[in-house]
């Protein structure tokens, strides 16, 4: 996929792709020093990390004002968020505990000109929040109990989750039960076909 085969498929404004092009700039360049992606998949990137983060986007809740990205790594789907919805006024908080993620993403915002990204270098464990946040997401980071613990800790009660899962989704699920209460809806993945993005609401310890 090519980045305007990407922004046809994603279907994103010329400006917003133009913050993704500056942050694929900064990847590219980071990533001839850093693991920040998997090599393999640098050539397919746009569709693999791209269009699978940009496919939360029309999920999302009506209005919502904040997400948050646990273990945010490369930016995705933090970054790719904060780019498609800066014209509508949501601010992004990025955690990564990782220094060197969590410089790359901070290069990256700037590279983007991003004005609603905040970047926090710490473990999602240790965080503080002023507000909770609207929305949580995470991809590639854990099992879906340690990600709903780590969610626990900076979710309000209205606070929903999407999380990008893959095939164990159901055996992970399964693992939650007897932890957690939660209200849960599958959406099928359109880069995955295996993939299967969680929408978490209602969540409370059982």
Known sequence: MTPSEFATAANVSRETMDRLLGMDRVL??????HNLI????????????YLDSAQLVPLLPEGIKSIVDMGAGAGFPGLVLAAMLAEKDVSVTLIESTGKKAAFLTAAGEAMGLG?????????????????????????????DKLLAYGAGIQGQSTRYFLLKGQDVEDELTGTTKSWHMEVIRHKSCTNPDGVILEIGNLARA
Do not use: F, G, Q
């Open 28 to 33: 590219i360049d980071w990533s001839e020093r």
């Open 38 to 49: 998997a090599r393999s998949t640098i050539k397919d990137r746009w569709h693999r990390h």
């Open 116 to 144: 609603n990204l905040k970047v926090i270098p710490a473990r999602i464990e240790a965080v503080k929040l002023a507000s909770p946040p609207d929305v949580i997401v995470a991809r590639a980071l854990a099992r879906l």
